[in-house]
């Protein structure tokens, strides 16, 4: 919609809904007069199961806020000291695009690391777009690759089932008998804002909901019928168990197996303790879970009794050292009971939801081949470059989208990393922890400025209309417009040809599906509404001689060829439990006992929010402690506390609780990092503790981390 002068008067109603990275996407009605938004509603015109959270309420306060920066910042002190002052767009655009020519003429264009990320995800405005087309018209940059969500659920979903697409809509909860929420936390990251909706209409229809989690999150006090606690890293362990159990008692439903499965008898020579003389029992899991032998028993007899029964696996025990293993061994499960293209079961991967338009793609020119270094590997790539083996050294850092220093593992050598390059770039609402490092700051638009899509998180069944609600304040900009301009100063044409209408009108007429862009601007909110619960590999599973799954064998494959062929010797082709670095039996344990775990908070989208007051004031920034634990420090409820490793160390407040499990603690991720003079963070970043290693399959292992937590004098 245009905002145009006549209208502006009258108080008028525009539709969107925030662009973030956020588990939800849930229609706003966004109220506005006089050019300026007065308010912000949840929308209920569009069918139930779609209300907004408090996030997408707050919305007027991230335009409004007093800290936006509205005009290009120039740096004015040292790098990372947050000292800049003002400039015209003329000076900086010019400064940009020197920056960038002088490198690519002097080293090439792989000098130049785009670091775009998950700032904004919408087809458009997404800030994975306009860099991505803007580079290739460059002549390329170096980027990144990997996945820090996810790829430990997307290895396991290609490689065990072939594809990406393995879940299924939410409505599929009201057949299933059971519900196993493993690792993962929807009433706080939502997946999906029909997610909690249908969850708790499958509890009232009679669903028993089981928790596993080294702590007792929202979802678990809020649904679940019992919380089992477990070690961070060690599910795998739990679920090869479960396997253990269900084939010592001859519970699991052979017929699958045989009918779709290959290299069952493989994996169950590992687990019985044939191929390496340990037996997988309960009693050898508990020793490493700290899950009671009788509890494992419990949960996989019922797993293969309760049957329609959805396994849900998080991302977040994923992201763990060989956190592929654990949702390779969750689909054997799925699989051993027959869960697996039936309504009411559940596999989880990469997308929960099949609908193509999330990997539709007009803007960025996919397909442009850029050499990538792995998202755990960036900081390495600035320190080290050529000399450390990676594609070229950086010159030009460009960053769209991401607070790098706060969200990637290890902040203290990102903060050495962010010193190395000559030139740094970022496109920023707010001057973050990142952004301080940046030589230039050009301030970017905020989505209720500019049109977009919106579409679900990982896929979904609708679509909504983003529309501009308000002007940019003062000398902001789109990311698309910003590199509209620093094309046209380097003397690249066909940037840009269209209006962002067009462009939505081209992604509109690409996506199966959808209806055309001017449609969806009249209907606003586009529901698909099939007619049974979508179910992945549903055809597989009815008639598997006309539908093989798209793997080597045309089966489930829990002995991957594909990882066979790898010949890693940590990346087995069953899924194997392989104890983890910085878990309960390293050595480093001596020093720094405790595992930490970080998981996604409910009040912000990754960092993104932590600077709103209205939101600050609801979010739990406390580091989870077991009574336990605390005593055995001398700390209580409300102590301030140190929490360090030979990292880094911050300084937070201890909430002693019985929700987390002795031995481990947790600290919502996301909180800005705020240093001292002598480098402690006091903002409650754990980022100063994680370690920046990959896991061997690609895992980002940011629930990996040790620490030892003690109170402060
Ligand atoms: N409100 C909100 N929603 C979000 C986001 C956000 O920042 N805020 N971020 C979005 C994004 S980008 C993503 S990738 C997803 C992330 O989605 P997830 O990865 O599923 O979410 P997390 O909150 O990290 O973790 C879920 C639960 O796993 C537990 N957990 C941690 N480690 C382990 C482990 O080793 N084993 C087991 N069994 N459990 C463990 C945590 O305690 C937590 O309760 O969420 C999305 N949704
Ligand atoms: N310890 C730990 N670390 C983690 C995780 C964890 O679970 N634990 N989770 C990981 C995961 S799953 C993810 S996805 C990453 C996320 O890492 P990031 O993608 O870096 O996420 P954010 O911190 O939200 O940073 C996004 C930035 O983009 C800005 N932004 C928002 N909209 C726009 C826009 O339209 N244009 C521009 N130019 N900027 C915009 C925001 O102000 C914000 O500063 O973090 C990872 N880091
Ligand atoms: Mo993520």
Known sequence: ????????????????????????????????????????????RFGPGLAACARGLAQRDMVYAPDRITVPLRRSGERGSGKFEPIGWEEALKTVAGALRDAREKYGPQSVFLMDFSGSVSPLHGTQKAGRRFFSFFGGCTSWRGNSSMEAALFNSRMTFGTIFTGGTRDNFLHSRLIIFWGWNPLDTRFGPDTAGCLKQAKEHGARIVCIDPRSSPSAEGLAAEWIAIRPGTDTAMLIAMAHVLIAEDLYDRAFVETYT?????????????????????????????????????????????????????WAPGRT???????????????????????????????????QGYLTDTISVPGSRNPAVHVTDVYNLLLEGRSGGYPSDIRVLYIVGSNLLNQFLNLNKGIRALKRPEFIVVHELFMTPTSRYADIILPAAHFLEREDIG??????????????????????????AIFTELAARLGITGFNDKTDHEWLNEFASMTPGMPSHDALRQEKVHRVKPDKPIVAFRKQIKDPAQNPFPTPSGKIEIYSRKIAEKNHPMIPPIPKYIPPWEGAGDPLTGRYPLQLVSPHAKFRVNSTLDNIPRLKKLADDAVWLNPA?????????GDEVRVYNERGGLIATAKVTERIMQGAASMDAGAWYRPDD?????????????????SPAGAFPSNTCLVQIEKVA
């Open 321 to 355: 050292a060989y956190g592929e293993q654990y949702h390779r061994a969750a689909s054997v499960l799925a699989a051993m009971t027959g869960n697996i293209g039936i309504p009411g079961g559940h596999v989880s991967g990469g997308t929960d939801i099949m609908m």
């Open 1 to 44: 919609m245009s905002v145009n002068e006549d209208s502006n008067r009258e108080e008028r109603i525009a539709t969107s809904t925030c662009s973030y990275d956020c588990g939800g996407r849930c229609p706003l009605k966004v109220y506005v007069r006089d050019g300026k938004i007065r308010r912000i509603a949840a929308d209920d």
């Open 678 to 694: 002598m480098g402690i963070d006091h903002g409650g970043c754990v980022n100063v503790l994680t370690r920046d290693a990959r």
């Open 455 to 480: 579409q679900p998180f990982r896929g979904g069944t609708y679509n909504i209309a983003m529309e501009k609600a308000v002007e940019p304040p003062a000398e902001a900009r789109s990311d698309l």
């Open 262 to 314: 290959s290299g069952f008898e493989r994996f169950k020579a590992y687990v019985t303790g044939e191929e390496d003389g340990t037996p997988k029992t309960p009693a050898w899991a508990e020793a490493i879970t700290g899950v009671p032998g009788e509890t494992i028993e419990r949960l996989a007899r019922d797993y293969a009794a309760c049957r329609p029964a959805a396994l849900c696996t998080g």
């Open 629 to 637: 634990d605390a005593g055995a420090r001398g700390i209580r409820n």
